[in-house]
């Protein structure tokens, strides 16, 4: 027996999503106040002095007074919990700190590069839904075969890694046609096989979800009551099915987006694009602390507000969950 | 969400949708063709000198660059060396890289997800806000900060892909207990006067590992693909090793005129993920009571 | 007028098949304008895909042919996908059993009603909007101009399927089929959806509804056809059926339903189950029978005083049950019966002691039961067995029939009856599926494999091991078929004579308690609204709420 009659459910339908709402961003701010505090106290694990890191590593031969410089410059002498809540209150303002490598505003470095890197998963992220949807689709109600076919083609999309997939587009596409640049340049051309390759992917992963609920969609009795009415087989799908498959696929969207950020570290890297994934890579090989820092909890941030944007979206879609709220 | 629940709920939701003729004794073809995937994945990781043609890392500049041949099935690499048997040789690293992050994966997940279930309301609470906050950091992103910390290699690359996935086993375990404990035959063994660690060892831990050994054999692939990702960006095994990863990244520079150098190991690796999630979900019909 | 009338359907020779079997055999079957005829049947009896296939429906891997099929007036036996499209809704409507589902969640009631009028009529959409409304009224929803705009999971079970039968009737088909319209529904909701049914009919719409219970078909049918597998075996006015039926699987359908069948006497026809041979079931040479004992008939085996259990719900808390007070005696059956959300079930688990009360408190035997710590309530669990709507889930999916009643046995033993004799579990075990009517090899199968009446004694047999004084039975038969239902509730009849046990048996379904019960308890919202020996409370109910409950019962007419 389930408690709480449905009269009293409805009562507090637009509070609840109110409250949701402010639920959702309470958690946000303590996911980023908390992955802000694990990032600041994991970096401090790292063996070594900081202050020979930002003078190139132990290799540089730093004398002792660049060392003290250094230290009072990055307030790397002050004691931990200073250090700590210093940078808790920088982050309020924006402040991400200096590249050891670059020497420059981390917050300037990382606002140049977040344009381009947001661009690249939102068009994945488009790319992705609709050939997952189109998956799904074409694969369902056409029998076995179809299904077969479909759930093959999504799991070998689902398996392919980014770098090999790129570099497969890039012998085809690039070498041996010669139709698309290897190199994400800005041109609308150079976007195509990093897309490309972020999405397929994702596609495979959506389009699992897709079709099973579309499966589902299909055999529920609603279904069947539309058509006894006389509903054609296309007014179901764009009437009542396609909507019921595209809800777990909205509320998927925030994990695809970090998915896809980070997919970002390796496309970039093949296409020599600017953004913050290569950006990353980049400032982890060279142990940049301040830059990786920064990136981190940039990604965080996106991802956060795009959960939070998915679940209220997903509210919106769904009234059902609208009705749910606050058992 | 994380990928391992998507493929966990996929694998379940497609057991379920299964077309109900294909309920005979013989498992399907999907099936067999992967498991023999695996078979010879596990023959080159146990005796790799049976299954390669030649030895995998002797160098002979006069091949170098060949084309896939009946002498060089897969072609061989800049140094001549032959690319099938650097495969069959790689196979164990990539294999033992993917199985021993997947284990570490697990292992934390289990303790979390544990914890959370039994721990009582705060811990509960605890746990799920740390779960939370881990899935902040997307995809590579945890293993990126590993790697920071402990520096590039292919013991760091392996506990940062565990890392990186115990997230998302701590999330399905905590479900998948929470659920059994909550079932109706827990229930019925509480009123047949059985104690709660009966009830624990018969019931709970019996019906909820089975699964998550399932979601395990899921969740290899995906941990392969990882750490292949990592080597590739030169963050894990480094190239002269014979590792899928690193072979593909050593392959990046002859894309234009070598392309089997990428083409093969990169297929291994697809095929090992295809393998590992087709059987996977065979493992989940078979749980159901279906083939 | 009436010889001009021409049937509304007219069915000739239908067949129906999946993958080369066919499960529908030769179906003829005729309605007329403002006539209602049932199809009666138990699941797999094909009287669904019936339904389905009398709309072009049976499924994509289905084969459908008949000699003639004609829906008003119209030939749709070599009709395309296309050409049925054109005339579902215009020609027939369909109701299904799941209003809830029956109904896409995401689009509001007024969509889908307006669906039809959208589909086959080209009418501008303030007309359209305007026809809902009055579809809406013409069903008896309460507030028409809000109810358009409300989703199928804001409605009550009722309202919803009183949209759904709007949607069916918006173009005025000649034609209604009503696949188990009312099956999910309480009793005085269903009362009111069966007058709805009728005022379609009347209006001279021909109606044919399909359902597993005579008792519900025996109120508005003028003819039943009784299916069984796949084939219509006996047909006529529905009087004539009831009361003088040819054929034995007929006579074992209606006898089958419980309602006013006196207590005691057999709704199957098995047989009475012999007594298993003493010591191989230690409870039968246990105590005398305790009915006897007056000393013991004092003390109530199970007692019940003023609890109360509320939940936490978004609104404020819940009052699952509301200050209920019940006893009940060894040898006796408490019938409890009530609508979905009465708190029936709670009641069942405070029992159980599996929750525990805000207030109030729970005594079994003359002691303290919900009260004492779970540790020392535990050694005297056995005592009280329980028995639930879904056996399956009540079952560890890993697990045998054999090593679940082996469990249950050792579970007992170890709690130390005195009862149960040392030595191997296994006679045991057979003595308890013999004794629940289960062959022996029943114990090497797994319960997913068993038919749900298989499971339930399964079930029973659990519950019997540890040679328990008291069953709590939750809606033990309202998943079966009713002549398997029979065949259970006999079982439990049975059981309780031979081994004197107390029943605490709980159903929506009045006739079953009313055949099970001695005495009976009608739970309304939480609260008991009245008690008393079952013969007279039904017969005449004091409370209007129990006389509701009765008035709107189905039966059939003896």
């Not at chain 3, 006497?265 to 004992?293: E, M, Y």
């Not at chain 3, 249950?408 to 579990?425: C, F």
């Not at chain 3, 319960?447 to 079930?459: D, E």
């Amino acid at each position: 027996m389930t408690p709480g009659s449905p009269t009293e459910q409805r009562r507090s339908f637009g509070g609840a999503t109110l409250r949701r709402a402010g639920l959702l961003v309470a958690g946000a701010v303590f996911v980023l106040w908390a992955v802000a505090t694990l990032t600041f106290f994991a970096i401090r694990l790292i063996p070594g002095d900081p202050a020979q890191a930002i003078l190139g590593g132990p290799g540089s031969q730093a004398s002792q007074e660049a060392l003290d410089q250094v230290r009072s410059d990055y307030g790397l002498d002050q004691p931990l919990i200073v250090q700590y809540f210093a940078m808790l209150g920088r982050l309020l303002t924006g402040d991400l700190g200096t590249s050891y490598a670059l020497k420059l505003p981390v917050a300037d470095l990382l606002a140049a590069q977040l344009g381009g890197t947001l661009l690249l998963s939102a068009l994945s992220l488009v790319l992705a839904w609709v050939l997952a949807l189109g998956l799904a689709i074409w694969s369902t109600g056409r029998g076995r075969i179809a299904s077969a076919v479909g759930e093959g083609i999504e799991i070998t999309a689902a398996a392919l890694p980014h770098f090999w997939l790129a570099a497969v587009l890039i012998a085809v596409f690039s070498v041996a046609l010669d139709w698309l640049p290897p190199v994400g340049t800005g041109t609308p051309a150079g976007f195509v096989l990093p897309v490309v390759t972020l999405a397929i992917p994702l596609a495979g992963f959506l389009a699992q979800v897709m079709r099973d609920s579309l499966l589902d969609a299909m055999q529920q009795p609603f279904v069947m009551s539309a058509r006894a009415r006389g509903e054609s087989a296309a007014g179901l799908r764009v009437r009542h099915t396609i909507r019921h498959a595209s809800l777990p696929a909205i509320s998927l969207s925030g994990w695809a987006l970090g998915w896809l950020l980070s997919g970002a570290v390796v496309v970039e890297t093949i296409f020599a694009m600017p953004g913050l994934g290569r950006t990353l890579l980049q400032a982890v090989t060279l142990r940049d602390i301040p830059v990786v820092t920064g990136v981190v909890l940039l990604v965080a941030l996106v991802y956060v507000l795009m959960t939070v944007l998915t679940d209220l979206a997903a509210r919106i879609a769904d009234p059902r969950l609208r009705q749910e709220s606050g058992r | 969400m994380s990928d391992l629940e998507l493929q966990q709920a996929t694998a379940v939701s497609a057991a379920a949708h299964a077309p109900a003729r294909r309920r005979g004794r013989m498992p399907r073809t999907g099936t067999l063709v992967a498991g023999a995937f695996v078979l010879f994945l596990l023959a080159a990781t146990v005796a790799p000198e049976l299954v390669a043609t030649q030895d995998p890392n002797a160098i002979s500049p006069v091949d170098a660059f060949q084309s896939p041949s009946p002498a060089h099935w897969f072609g061989t690499d800049e140094s001549g060396r032959d690319i099938y048997s650097r495969i069959v040789a790689g196979t164990a690293t990539s294999l033992l890289i993917g199985v021993a992050a997947t284990a570490i994966g697990l292992a934390l997940g289990l303790v979390l997800g544990v914890l959370a279930s039994f721990g009582g309301r705060i811990v509960d609470f605890g746990v799920n806000r740390l779960v939370e906050v881990l899935f902040a950091f997307p995809g590579l992103l945890l293993a990126l900060l590993v790697i920071v910390v402990y520096g590039p290699g292919p013991v760091t690359a392996t506990v940062a892909v565990g890392l990186s996935t115990a997230p998302g086993y701590a999330r399905i375990i905590r479900g998948q207990l929470v659920s059994i404990r909550s079932s109706q035959y827990v229930e019925a063994a509480r009123v047949l006067g059985r104690s709660p660690a009966r009830i624990l060892a018969r019931h709970v831990l019996p019906n909820a590992l089975i699964p998550i050994f399932v979601l395990a054999t899921l969740g290899i692939g995906q941990a392969i693909v990882w750490a292949a990702a990592l080597s590739y960006l030169g963050l894990g095994a480094q190239p002269p090793a014979a590792e899928w990863g690193a072979m593909l990244a050593a392959g990046r520079t002859y894309l234009a005129t070598a392309w089997w150098m990428t083409v093969f190991p990169g297929l291994m690796i697809v095929g090992t993920t295809i393998a590992t999630t087709v059987l996977g979900r065979a493992l989940t019909r078979r749980g159901r009571g279906e083939r | 007028m009436t010889n001009t009338l021409a049937p509304v359907l007219e069915v000739a020779q239908l067949h129906v098949g999946f993958d080369g079997t066919e499960v529908v055999h030769g179906l003829d079957l005729t309605i007329m304008p403002g006539e209602c005829v049932a199809i009666v049947g138990e699941s797999g009896s094909g009287k669904s895909v019936t339904a389905r296939a009398l709309l072009g429906m049976a499924g994509a891997d289905s084969r459908t042919s008949a000699k003639r099929l004609r829906i008003g007036g119209l030939d749709l036996g070599a009709a395309s996908e296309r050409e049925w499209r054109r005339e579902r809704g215009r020609r027939a409507g369909l109701i299904l059993q799941d209003a809830l589902g029956s109904l896409d969640p995401l689009r509001t009631v007024g969509r889908e009603i307006e669906d039809p009028l959208r589909i086959h009529l080209r009418l501008p959409a303030s007309e359209r909007r305007a026809r809902v409304l009055q579809l809406l009224a013409d069903v008896g929803m309460p507030d028409p101009a809000s109810a358009v705009r409300r989703r199928s999971g804001e409605l009550s079970g009722g309202l919803r399927q009183r949209a759904l039968i709007a949607a069916a009737i918006a173009l005025d088909p000649p034609l209604l089929i009503a696949d188990e319209p009312t099956t999910a529904l309480d009793v005085t909701v269903q009362a009111r959806i069966l007058a709805l049914l009728d005022e379609i009919r009347e209006r001279g719409t021909g109606v044919l509804l399909i359902s597993h219970d005579l008792a519900v078909v025996s109120r508005m049918a003028d003819r039943i056809l009784v299916m069984r597998e796949g084939r219509i075996i006996e047909q006529g006015p529905t009087g004539a059926v009831l009361e003088s039926p040819r054929e034995d699987y007929t006579r074992s359908l209606i006898a089958a339903v419980p309602a006013e069948v006196p207590r005691g006497v057999r709704l199957s026809a098995s047989p009475v189950r012999a007594a298993t041979p003493p010591g191989a079931l230690p409870t039968i040479s246990s105590a005398p029978h305790p009915a006897h004992d007056p000393a013991i008939v004092a003390t109530p085996l199970l007692e019940l005083s003023h609890l109360t259990k509320t939940f936490t719900v978004p609104g404020g808390r819940f009052t699952a049950v509301d200050d209920v007070s019940l006893s009940l005696h060894r040898g006796e059956t408490l019938g409890l019966v009530g609508e979905s959300g009465s708190g029936k079930t709670t009641l069942a688990r405070l029992a159980l002691a599996l929750t525990m009360p805000d207030s109030g408190s729970v005594s079994f035997d003359g002691e303290e039961w919900s009260a004492l710590d779970e540790r020392r309530r535990r050694p005297t669990r056995h005592r009280i067995g329980a028995i639930y709507q879904d056996p399956l889930g009540s079952f560890d999916p890993r697990w045998n029939v054999g090593r679940l009643l082996d469990d249950a046995v050792r579970g007992a033993r170890e709690a130390g009856t005195n009862d149960i004799s040392a030595g191997p579990t296994a006679p045991v075990v057979a003595a308890l599926l013999d004794q629940v009517g289960l062959a022996a090899s029943v114990a090497g199968r797994r319960p997913l494999t068993l038919s749900g009446g298989q499971r339930q004694r399964v079930a029973i047999a659990r519950a019997l091991a540890g040679s328990p004084e008291l069953l709590i039975c939750d809606e033990p038969v309202s998943a079966l078929d009713v002549t398997i239902q029979a065949q259970i509730l006999d079982l439990l009849d049975d059981i309780q004579r031979q081994r004197g046990l107390a029943l605490l048996f709980i159903s929506h379904d009045l006739g079953v308690v009313h055949h099970m019960a001695d005495r009976v308890a009608v739970m309304q919202a939480g609260r008991i609204v009245e008690s008393g020996d079952a013969d007279a409370v039904f017969a005449r109910p004091e409370h209007p709420y129990t006389a509701r409950l009765v008035a709107d019962s189905p039966r059939l007419p003896r």
